[in-house]
T-cell receptor
Framework: GAVVSQHPSRVICKSGTSVKIECRSL??????MFWYRQFPKQSLMLMAT?????????EQGVEKDKFLINHASLTLSTLTVTSAHPEDSSFYIC???????????????FGAGTRLSVL | DQQVKQNSPSLSVQEGRISILNCDYT??????FLWYKKYPAEGPTFLIS?????DKNEDGRFTVFLNKSAKHLSLHIVPSQPGDSAVYFC????????????FGTGTRLQVTL
């Protein structure tokens, strides 16, 4: 399947700082990428849908000013957690669809995730 | 409101036997279902999927069954191998939602020797 790279894999930061997470599709162009958050022993919760060249679509309850998403190219989407606080500590995962993969079209390929710890 | 439910948080199966992971959904608009496998500190890996126009899809040791009337699907792994030990997530998408996936809470499968 398609390869999605996510960086960094782990970040520890002080409260109040901003953290940027990158998500890249390595062997395909992704017009749409997705950002998820996973709390311990819970499901993956969709935060937002990132569309190349346009604004991201955020899920209900997700603060768009807190979680800034930029999808400036067909292979890169970034998530910036602004003014991070301890409650933002979580596992963040991105995914991408390969629009040219044919059926099944709904498959999302995931990055390895980023473990964010805010002190 | 959990639209996709995996009611068994964990399952232990002996190597060589069949593993059956279950998933229930409530949203009748879901028309595509996927199973992902996840190891700790890694992203989910796609396993197998099924469209609502089918009731079975098979890929090697993995078979997914869909019962639309019961809003239930299951993943069968046979024979189970120790390397199958992981958390399995069921996910669903609805037509017209830009392929957004709704995930279940996962089932941790342990395949013992």
């Amino acid at each position: 399947g398609a390869v999605v790279s996510q960086h960094p894999s782990r970040v520890i930061c002080k409260s109040g700082t901003s953290v940027k997470i990158e998500c890249r599709s390595l062997d395909f162009q992704a017009t749409t990428m997705f950002w998820y958050r996973q709390f311990p022993k819970q499901s993956l919760m969709l935060m937002a849908t990132s569309n190349e060249g346009s604004k991201a679509t955020y899920e209900q309850g997700v603060e768009k000013d807190k979680f800034l998403i930029n999808h400036a190219s067909l292979t890169l989407s970034t998530l910036t957690v602004t003014s991070a606080h301890p409650e933002d500590s979580s596992f963040y995962i991105c995914s991408a669809r390969d629009p040219n993969s044919g059926e099944p079209k709904n498959i999302q390929y995931f990055g390895a995730g980023t473990r964010l710890s805010v002190l | 409101d959990q639209q996709v439910k995996q009611n068994s948080p964990s399952l232990s199966v002996q190597e060589g036997r069949i593993s059956i992971l279950n998933c229930d959904y409530t949203n009748s608009m879901f028309d595509y279902f996927l199973w992902y496998k996840k190891y700790p500190a890694e992203g989910p890996t796609f396993l197998i999927s099924i469209s609502s126009i089918k009731d079975k899809n098979e890929d090697g040791r993995f078979t997914v069954f869909l019962n639309k009337s019961a809003k239930h699907l299951s993943l069968h792994i046979v024979p189970s191998q120790p390397g199958d030990s992981a958390v399995y997530f069921c996910a669903a998408s609805a037509r017209g939602t830009a392929s957004k996936l709704t995930f279940g809470t996962g089932t941790r499968l342990q395949v013992t020797l």
